[in-house]
């Protein structure tokens, strides 16, 4: 390194004084706790639980989000939109792979109390 007094300060050449020092962060305090993904999954979790009134036929209904969203996706693909065909056949087959793991740990339960 060049002699303190001709060290040449400019771009990307900081003055010595406003450096990190060493083991210093340049973020002490660090991300916030709870930000980020927790939040927005919360948010949305909050959002698809929310009770709406609707008419159903002629009827007041009251349901919630998730259950409107998803007869528009079925609504979508019964209409012929392969997009929300395929977005309803990945949630019903999870669904029934989701059963079919119940009934086997439910058979294993039992099966081990014997």
Known sequence: MPNDDKYPVGYKRPPKSSRWKKGQSGNPKGRPKGSG????????????????????????????????????????????????????MEYYTHEELAQKQQIVFRIFESEKGL
């Open 37 to 88: 993904q927790r939040q927005i999954g919360k948010l949305m979790r909050k959002v698809a639980n929310e009770k709406v009134e609707v008419t159903v036929f002629g009827e007041p209904r009251v349901a919630i989000q998730l259950e409107l969203a998803f007869r528009g996706v079925m609504n979508a693909a019964i209409k012929g939109n392969p997009s929300a065909f395929r977005a309803f």
